[in-house]
């Protein structure tokens, strides 16, 4: 589940990125299709879910 968002996270980012001049159409199109970022970027995602319930749980938030 977290490669889809990772992918949908990446291609929103890249769209933004092409449309502010940033970067190049082809590199954009080439990001939410590598494998190697998704699966990076999906483990950032799994780690900073977990570091937030950590947090949560400390502070004493609803979790």
Do not use: H, N
Request: a negative charge.
């Amino acid at each position: 589940m977290s490669a889809i968002i990772a992918r949908i996270a990446l291609r929103y980012a890249a769209g933004a990125l092409v449309a502010a001049g940033y970067m190049d159409a082809d590199l954009g199109s080439q990001i939410g299709a590598d494998p190697d970022l998704l699966i990076l970027v999906g483990g950032a995602l799994g780690v900073s879910v977990e570091l937030a319930y950590a947090l949560a749980k400390k502070c004493g938030w609803g979790t």
